[in-house]
């Protein structure tokens, strides 16, 4: 993976006058920073003063031109600055005891229960006064992440589903994606990029292939194969590879991005590299970076500015929801507790609006495997099931201003897919047939239909889905043919699912070939 080169911005000492350090009224009170932030640090030990070497925040700025201002400032307070040239977001870095004379808060350092040691400030960083015209938020002081993968394994075995799981050819029966690998379409000339913390054993994918008569594949690693297993990456790229077995497959190893702080910068240079080298493709990320709750969004100004690059571009970007049934935040705390306010929140990078995240549901199915019915997954008690809820960071999308609900955030899922490891997918792990699940299935089941989708399109004279969201809805409000099942039944810890939108499972999940050619439509200005 290329390492981005970040463009330092340096100024003359003759430019600094009028750009002082701060004064005490430069900068408004700081506020501490409660819920799930607040519960981490109040779980972990408090060492004292911090003795990082450097500590570092993101600065949101107000425009894509250099942030000269930023620069004068920051130097005037012994802070460096890195820009990009043309990013709306600049990282801010010094030593602990400036980056806090700088922004009137305190920098600490704390050990997590488990020994993992990192810094952070128990009080939210404000804007002075000099930079309010050109910076619009500050992220936190923070240098951990709470990230997570999943790792499927042998669930009891289910009833609502024939042979105990759904082959490939039963999912392409059941979300209706047959009529369409029927007339030729299965992914040719598209590429999956699936973004994983752990690798994968080509010895399954061979079985797999081999077991349903599936084209062979095996995908580009791009970072270096993860030493760790989890299998969360095979499954993701075996359920992918069912709906759309001759599109490319890419595995991006993820794992560099966590550690060491400065975490959604990281996301984001990664981001940008998979976008330079595989352009127009469809991403499936199974991975959680934090909730949405412990973060500003300032903090994700890298991300989102790396997806929005993409998906103007043409690139499609699907995230799971999580697995929690959207309490994200409750992550490391005891499951026999009752949930609190401060664990509901949104897997941080799912809650970008230009994301398409992905919730998940139980499925029912005849012995042919044709659809029956489908419910809003969730085991009890609330211990695992379909992420939803608001964010806590964006405002509504104009297109999900027809949901039924009265937030001006926007909501999550957008759309859903089988989840519940009773009736999930088929895939071969350790040289074995189980059974996979979770919303970290949903995400690369929908991502191997977009590439069936893209192929069917540009084959029909359209393009490439882009950014999906806009054109989920607009089909939802209204289309020539049915594109979804709609999920009428079922709950999580914030939503019951009803008609319509609803925060359990979104429009609810594919019916593949209306969907397509809905799709077309909308291009030719038909719908």
Not at 35 to 58: E, F, I, K, M, N
Not at 306 to 312: F, K, L
Not at 373 to 402: C, K, N, V, Y
């Amino acid at each position: 993976m290329t390492r981005t080169v970040f463009a330092l911005l340096t100024v003359s000492v003759l430019t600094l006058a009028g750009c002082a350090m701060r004064s005490h009224t430069d900068l408004p009170s700081a506020q501490p920073i409660s819920g799930p932030y607040a519960v981490l640090l109040q779980s972990s030990a408090d060492l004292g003063d911090s003795r990082a070497h450097a500590v570092q925040l993101t600065a949101e700025l107000r425009g894509r031109q250099a942030p000269d201002r930023l620069q004068r400032w920051a130097t005037a307070n012994g802070l460096s600055v890195r820009w990009e040239p043309g990013a709306g977001w600049a990282v801010l870095q010094g030593s602990p005891v400036s980056v806090s004379t700088a922004f009137g808060v305190p920098v600490r350092d704390y050990r997590k229960p488990s020994g993992e040691q990192f810094y952070a400030s128990p009080e939210q960083p404000t804007v002075p006064a000099a930079l309010r015209d050109s910076v619009s938020g500050l992220g936190r002081i923070l240098s951990y992440t709470p990230y997570h993968s999943s790792s499927p394994s042998i669930p009891p075995l289910p009833i609502d589903v024939p042979d105990h799981g759904l082959p490939p050819d039963a999912l392409r029966t059941i979300y209706n994606v047959r009529p369409l690998a029927d007339a030729g379409y299965t992914g040719k000339g598209t590429t999956i990029v699936v973004f994983a913390f752990d690798g994968f054993d080509q010895a399954d994918l061979d079985m797999f292939a081999a077991t349903y008569r599936l084209p062979r594949f095996t995908p580009e690693v791009v970072g270096g194969m993860p030493e760790q297993r989890n299998n969360e990456a095979s499954m993701d790229l075996q359920v992918a590879h069912a709906l759309a077995p001759d599109a490319r497959t890419v595995l991006v190893n993820a794992r560099p991005t966590v550690g060491g702080g400065g975490t959604y910068v990281k996301i984001a240079d990664m981001m940008r590299d998979v976008d330079r080298r595989f352009p127009g493709a469809v991403w499936s990320l199974s991975i959680g970076w934090g909730c949405d709750r412990m973060i500003t969004a300032a903090d994700l100004a890298p991300v989102r500015e790396a997806v929005a690059d993409a998906v103007s571009r043409g690139t499609t970007v699907f995230n799971a929801s999580g697995d929690l049934a959207g309490l994200e935040c409750k992550r490391g705390h005891d499951w026999s507790a009752p949930p609190g306010p401060s664990d509901v929140g949104l897997d941080a990078v799912a809650s970008l609006p230009e994301v398409t995240t992905v919730g998940g549901t139980t499925l029912s199915t005849d012995q042919n495997y044709r659809w029956l019915a489908e419910l809003g997954w969730m085991d009890g008690p609330l211990t695992h099931g379909s992420g939803g809820g608001i964010s806590a960071l964006f405002e509504r999308p104009p297109w999900q201003s027809a949901a039924p609900d009265t937030a001006l955030r926007r909501l999550t899922p957008d759309i859903s897919a089988v989840a519940d490891t009773n009736t999930g997918a088929v895939i071969v792990l350790n040289q074995q047939l189980v059974v996979g699940g979770g919303t970290s299935q949903a995400a690369p089941l929908w991502a191997g239909i977009a590439a069936v989708i893209n192929e069917f399109l540009i084959d029909n004279g359209g393009r490439a889905l882009g950014e999906f969201n806009p054109t989920l809805y607009r089909i939802a409000a209204g289309a020539t043919r049915p594109a979804f099942h709609d999920i009428v039944l079922g709950t999580n810890a914030v939503a019951v699912a009803g008609p319509g939108y609803d925060m359990v499972t979104g429009l609810g999940t594919p019916n593949a070939d209306n969907l397509a050619r809905d799709i077309l439509d909308v291009q030719r200005g038909m719908a």
